[in-house]
């Protein structure tokens, strides 16, 4: 069964700083990997995704993320983060098997202070 | 272009009684789910429709939960006998449903169900 893990409940950044929010996986076979951000009282709002080919995937709002196989880590990254940027992320994955439901990790809460 | 809605944003409702959650997908969307995220945790999966048909109800938790997609739109999700342990956001996302391609899924802003 697939996983995924973020193992910072709570980030914070200080504004112009670059920003990790850190997210590792399990899966059977190749994964497909998602960032979604949820605001207050919103849904989720996708961001980025890893398919395959390129392990660094460049997403919404300046925002990229960084496939490790090895590692099996899908960490958010961006490098000069804004107080805008302050949500709840969370990283999802499915099985490379066509279309299936999504596994998320339990979110994690970044702050950017000013 | 309009993306998923859903109605109501918030239901408030009495322990026992029947609440239906309707979700209104991205237009051209074949694939639809329905997710619950309860404080503080991740959105979990309860149901995925292909078409009309539910291709994977194994996240229903158990049988006073059932959703209905009648002509491969608009799905309903119904929970009969409604306990506090319901309360949560109901999520629902629509996605192209494109054969063996895990495309992604664009979510609705939710609804806020509440047990008393």
């Known amino acids: 069964a697939q996983s995924v893990a973020q193992p910072e409940d709570q980030v914070n950044v200080a504004e112009g700083n670059p920003l990790t929010v850190k997210c590792t996986y399990s899966?059977?076979?190749?994964?497909?990997l998602f960032w979604y951000v949820q605001y207050p009282n919103r849904g989720l709002q996708f961001l980025l995704k890893y398919i395959t080919g390129d392990n660094l995937v460049k997403g919404s709002y300046g925002f990229e993320a960084e496939f490790n196989k090895s590692q099996t880590s899908f960490h958010l990254k961006k490098p000069s983060a804004l107080v805008s940027d302050s949500a709840l992320y969370f990283c999802a994955v499915s099985p490379n098997s066509g279309n299936t439901p999504l596994v998320f990790g339990k979110g994690t809460r970044l702050s950017v202070i000013a | 272009g309009a993306g998923v809605s859903q109605t109501p944003s918030n239901k408030v409702t009495e322990k026992g009684k029947y609440v239906e959650l309707r979700c209104d997908p991205i237009s051209g969307h074949t694939a639809l789910y329905w997710y619950r995220q309860s404080l503080g945790q991740g959105p979990e999966f309860l149901i995925y429709f292909q078409g009309t048909g539910a291709a994977d109800d194994s996240g229903l938790p158990n049988d006073r939960f059932f959703a209905v997609r009648p002509e491969g739109s608009v799905s309903t999700l119904k929970i009969q006998r409604t306990e506090r342990g319901d309360s949560a956001m109901y999520l629902c996302?629509?996605?192209?449903?494109?054969?063996?391609?895990?495309?992604?899924?664009?979510f609705g802003p939710g609804t806020r169900l509440t047990v008393l």
């Open positions: 996302a629509s996605s192209y449903g494109l054969a063996g391609v895990s495309d992604t899924q664009y």
């Open positions: 899966v059977s076979g190749n994964p497909y």
